[in-house]
């Protein structure tokens, strides 16, 4: 399993690929072609993760390849939208074969379990780095966005914020720590794809939590043109986290950590119970952290004091790595 030409790599790449009724041409030619469902809107997202910024050198391939589908699955569930077809342009230092097939395994036990068929892309000698520009459909006025807090509105999160961050924390101290639940939650982030699924039509916004609660959110408060005020006290802290670190650090973490892929939502309070019965399926908690007002940017309270969290660790692209 030494070095793989192009071919091999293209092949390797289209194994196990999931097969879809839609996809009229796919991998093997100079394009796709496509057949979207009528009556539906198409969504378009694409991700790019840089070996070095956006998981360390060295980690295993299986969990680059799932994470680079993770990354685009967790923007499709923010939207609201099922999805349905991926493109891949993998830059590569050198073919290797064992990781080319780690890396296809990863992405592909992903893209089975949300049935989602690898139609093309390019592979390059570079650096490492992987691009995923994955597409999917979403009912006509079903689609959700981060425009559409209103004051009155109550703010959620699904699952625990700051683990993935945790988790990351771990592995730039010491590369060879043992697997864990914070450090596996950083290498295999599990998008709310059916979650967002439930959303749609019922949310009034969202997001995922890509760059950490505080940027994102704040995100929303500036598109929706509205204040969002965060209760400290009700944020959520694993309990892996407050042992690793301390509550107050937790704290943090869940405030500014990114790379969690979670899902934060604004919906109108008389829809609390709608909201409810339908997470009870989910696979992940959720918590009311806050609500939505009039005014504008993004504002923290503990115990209903004012709140200033230290948000200089929130990522920000072409900022240097703050993580």
């Known amino acids: 399993m030494g070095r793989l030409s192009e071919a091999e790599i293209i092949q390797a790449l289209a194994a196990g690929v999931h097969g879809r009724r839609d996809v009229v041409v796919g991998i093997g030619d100079d394009g796709a072609v496509l057949a979207p469902p009528a009556g539906r809107h198409l969504v378009s997202v694409l991700d790019t993760l840089n070996?070095?910024?956006?998981?360390?050198?060295?980690?295993?391939?299986?969990?680059?390849?799932?994470?680079?589908?993770?990354?685009?699955?967790s923007d499709m569930a923010a939207m609201g939208a099922e999805p349905a077809w991926a493109g891949l342009s993998l830059s590569l230092a050198e073919p290797d074969g064992h990781w080319i097939r780690r890396f296809a395994e990863g992405?592909?036990?992903?893209?089975?379990?949300?049935?989602?068929?690898?139609?093309g892309g390019d592979t390059v000698r570079g650096p490492l780095s992987v691009a995923v520009h994955l597409m999917g459909f979403v009912a006509p006025g079903a689609m959700l966005t981060r425009c559409g807090a209103r004051p009155g509105d109550r703010?959620?999160?699904?699952?625990?914020?700051g683990e993935a961050m945790a988790g990351l924390q771990r592995l730039l101290a010491d590369p060879d720590v043992p697997s864990s639940h914070l450090t596996r939650r950083f290498l295999w982030p599990e998008p709310r794809v059916a979650e967002g699924g439930d959303l749609s039509g019922l949310a009034s916004a969202a997001i995922d939590l890509s760059d950490g609660l505080a940027t994102d959110l704040g995100r929303i408060a500036e598109a929706s043109g509205v204040r969002v005020v965060i209760d400290v006290e009700d944020l959520p802290q694993s309990e892996?986290?407050?042992a690793a670190f301390g509550p107050e650090?937790?704290?943090?973490?869940?405030?500014?950590?990114g790379?969690?892929?979670?899902?934060?939502?604004?919906?109108?309070p008389d829809r609390e119970a709608e909201l409810l019965a339908r997470a009870a399926g989910w696979s992940c908690s959720l918590s009311r952290i806050g609500h939505v007002e009039t005014g504008v940017g993004l504002a923290f309270r503990r115990n209903g004091r004012p709140f200033l969290p230290d948000t200089t660790r929130s990522w920000r692209h072409f900022?240097?790595?703050?993580r």
């Open 51 to 73: 070996e070095g910024i956006h998981f360390p050198a060295g980690t295993d391939a299986a969990a680059v390849g799932h994470r680079a589908l993770a990354v685009n699955l």
């Open 107 to 119: 992405f592909h036990s992903l893209a089975v379990r949300w049935g989602v068929a690898l139609i």
């Open 155 to 161: 703010v959620y999160v699904t699952g625990a914020p």
């Open 240 to 242: 892996e986290m407050k």
């Open 249 to 257: 650090v937790a704290t943090d973490l869940v405030i500014t950590g």
């Open 259 to 268: 790379d969690d892929y979670e899902l934060a939502f604004t919906m109108p």
């Open 319 to 322: 900022q240097g790595d703050q």
